[in-house]
């Protein structure tokens, strides 16, 4: 049983930082890219940041320059450093991984989402 489990949401007032955090656990093989995503009522989820087993980043329009995606290989944790957050950046924050298990081929896992909201 694989699981993703993200940290470090909360409320955070415009300009401020957060950082968020997902561990992966469970029966795991080898874990490949890992990713933030984020959804907001009403649309659909969009790309935050990616990074590769080898640390190559990927990011979205809105957030370069301000995120910072990093990753723990030994400790298959990912983590999302946010600054000069905007109220545009309230989101439900969602924490995916590619994962091979002992008994399936690799496959994409989600995380249960953790809320971020930036409002003064």
């Known amino acids: 049983q694989v699981q993703l489990v993200e940290s470090g949401g909360g409320l955070v007032q415009p300009g401020g930082s957060l950082r968020l955090s997902c561990a992966v656990s469970?029966?795991?093989?080898?874990?490949?890219?890992m990713g933030w995503y984020r959804q907001t009522a009403g649309k659909e989820r969009e790309l935050v940041a990616t990074i590769t087993t080898n640390k190559i980043t990927d990011y979205g329009d809105s957030v370069k320059g301000r995120f910072t995606i990093s990753r723990d290989n030994a400790k298959n944790t990912v983590y999302l450093q946010m600054s000069s957050l905007k109220p545009e950046d309230t989101a439900v924050y969602y924490c995916?991984?590619?994962?091979?298990?002992?008994?399936?081929?690799?496959?994409?896992?989600w995380g249960q989402g953790t809320q971020v909201t930036v409002s003064s």
């Open positions: 469970g029966n795991i093989f080898s874990v490949s890219a």
């Open positions: 995916n991984a590619l994962i091979k298990t002992s008994s399936s081929l690799p496959r994409n896992y």
